[in-house]
C-alpha cells in the first residue's frame, strides 16, 4: 500500500517537473534551505520593463515575464526586494505551473503540490527575516486569484489550496482578512498558477508618498516604468508638463536617489492650481522639485533645455469635449519639441496614440518602443521616442 502510495506520488511529481516553473523551485527543494524562486506581480504590459528592473537593479535572473507576472531568482532573499518600483507586489514562490488543464482535475494537483512540493517551513523563516512579526500570536490570510474560463470555481481551488496548506499552518496562529502578518498566495492565470509567500504589503503598490490622489492621477508603477523607460542620467533636467498629482515627479526623484549617481533636475507643472496643491504635498515627503502653475501649450522655459519629458497629457475621455484632444496634443509636442535638447527624449502614456502620432508628425521624431498598458479599464500606450540629434 505504502509502496504504491510512493509509486503514484512519484508519478504525480514526474508529471509536474516537466515544466519549467517546478523545476526552478524543485532546485530549493522541501527540505533544502537554498534560496528559493521569487516571482512579482506586474501590470499587464509591463512585465519586460520590471524584468529589466530586477536584473538590473537585484542582479536577479528572469526566468518568464507574462501574463502580469515576472519569475526570478536571485542570490538572496534580501530587503531590496521591496524596494522595487516597478512590481505591484513580491512573493516567494512555493510552487508554480503553467499546465493547468482547466478541467476538475486540476484541483487534486492543487492540493497535492500544495501538500507535497512547498518548503512551506523554509519560506515562513524567510518572510519573517525580511517582515518581522509583531507582538502577539501571528495572523494569516489565504488568497485565491483566478482569470479564465476553467471547468472549477474558484472557490474550488481555494478549497484545495486551504486543504494543501492546512497541515503547515500552527494552530496558534489565527486566520484574519486585514492587515495580517504573513499571506500565501494562489494565482491562476488560464494555464499558469503559482503559489507563494507575500513578501511585500499595499505600500509596495501604492508608495506612501501618495497622500493626495486625484481621480486621473497614474498608478505608482507605471510612473516609475515611464521614469525608467526615459533613463535620465546624473545632472540631466526631466520636465513633466503636465504632471497632475506628481507620481511621475516622485518617482522620478525615488528612483534617480536610488541609482545614486548624482542628481537628476525634476521640473513639473500643471494648468489647475487644485492639482499643484496636491502635487506639491506628495513631493514634500519624496525631495526636491521645481513646480511651477503653467500652460503646457506655452512653457515658461527657455528653447532645448531639457534632456527627457515625461507626459501623461488628459485622455480624450477626460476632457469635456474629447474632439479637443487633437488641438491640445498637437500644440503640447510643438512646445516639447521647442524646450528638449536634440538627442533628448520623451516618453508618453496616452490612449489616443493615433493622436498623439499624428502630433508628432513632422519633427522627425524617432519611434523607439511602445508597450500596450491597461489604464482605467481602457486600452492605453506608453511610446517613448527621440528627438534627432545635431
Ligand atoms: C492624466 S492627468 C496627469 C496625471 C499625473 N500623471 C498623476 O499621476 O497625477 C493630466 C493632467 O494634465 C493637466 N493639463 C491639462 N491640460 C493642460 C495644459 N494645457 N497645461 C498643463 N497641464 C494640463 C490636467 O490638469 C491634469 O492634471
Known amino acids: ?38 516571482y512579482a ?4 504590459g509591463l512585465e519586460s520593463i520590471a524584468a529589466d528592473e530586477i536584473t538590473k537593479e537585484l542582479g536577479g535572473e528572469v526566468k518568464k515575464a507574462e501574463k ?5 531568482k536571485i542570490e538572496e532573499i534580501i530587503p531590496e526586494l521591496l524596494h522595487l518600483r516597478t512590481v505591484e507586489d513580491v512573493f516567494l514562490l512555493a510552487w508554480g505551473t503553467d499546465t493547468l488543464t482547466y478541467r476538475a482535475e486540476d484541483l487534486k494537483q492543487i492540493k497535492m503540490w500544495t501538500e507535497k512540493q512547498a518548503p512551506w517551513q523554509h ?5 519573517q527575516s525580511i517582515r518581522p512579526k509583531a507582538k502577539g500570536r501571528p495572523t494569516y490570510r489565504v488568497v485565491t486569484q483566478m482569470n479564465g474560463q476553467h471547468g472549477y470555481r474558484r472557490t474550488d481551488a481555494s478549497k484545495a489550496f486551504r486543504q494543501g496548506l492546512a497541515p503547515f499552518i500552527p494552530v ?64 540631466q533636467v526631466m520636465l513633466d508638463p503636465m504632471c497632475g498629482a506628481g507620481t511621475i515627479i516622485c518617482e522620478q526623484i525615488i528612483i534617480g536617489k536610488q541609482q545614486q549617481e548624482g542628481r537628476i533636475e525634476t521640473w513639473g507643472g500643471d494648468i489647475e492650481m487644485n492639482t499643484l496643491r496636491a502635487c506639491a504635498s506628495n513631493i514634500k515627503r519624496v525631495g526636491p522639485a521645481v513646480i ?39 500644440a503640447a509636442v510643438r512646445e516639447y519639441h ?10 508618453f502614456l496616452v490612449m489616443e496614440q ?12 524617432i519611434p523607439q518602443r511602445q508597450f500596450g498598458v491597461e489604464v482605467l479599464g481602457q486600452d492605453a500606450v506608453i511610446s517613448v521616442w527621440q528627438k534627432v540629434g545635431e
Open 123 to 127: 519560506l515562513f523563516g524567510l518572510h
Open 41 to 44: 506581480m506586474v501590470h499587464s
Open 354 to 365: 493615433d493622436v498623439l502620432r499624428e502630433a508628432i508628425k513632422g519633427y522627425g521624431w
Open 1 to 38: 500500500m505504502f509502496e504504491r502510495q510512493r509509486a503514484s506520488r512519484r508519478a504525480d511529481i514526474t508529471n509536474f517537473h516537466h515544466d519549467w516553473l517546478t523545476e526552478l523551485m524543485s532546485r530549493t527543494g522541501k527540505s533544502n534551505r537554498g534560496t528559493p524562486a521569487c
Open 172 to 235: 496558534t496562529w489565527n486566520a484574519a482578512e486585514d492587515n495580517t502578518f504573513l499571506e500565501v498566495w494562489l494565482t491562476i492565470r488560464g494555464r499558469m498558477a503559482t503559489c507563494g509567500v507575500r513578501l511585500s504589503d499595499k505600500t509596495m503598490r501604492h508608495k506612501s508618498y501618495k497622500v493626495e490622489h486625484l481621480p486621473a492621477s497614474l498608478r505608482p508603477t507605471m510612473a516609475a516604468a515611464m521614469v525608467r523607460l526615459a533613463g535620465a542620467g546624473p545632472g
Open 68 to 72: 502580469g507576472i515576472v519569475v526570478f
Open 292 to 330: 511651477a502653475h503653467w500652460d503646457a501649450r506655452r512653457l515658461p522655459i527657455a528653447t532645448e533645455s531639457v534632456d527627457r519629458i515625461i507626459s501623461n497629457p488628459p485622455f480624450g475621455k477626460q476632457l469635456s469635449t474629447p474632439e479637443d484632444i487633437g488641438p491640445l496634443y498637437k
Open 338 to 347: 521647442r524646450v528638449l535638447k536634440p538627442g533628448g527624449k520623451a516618453v
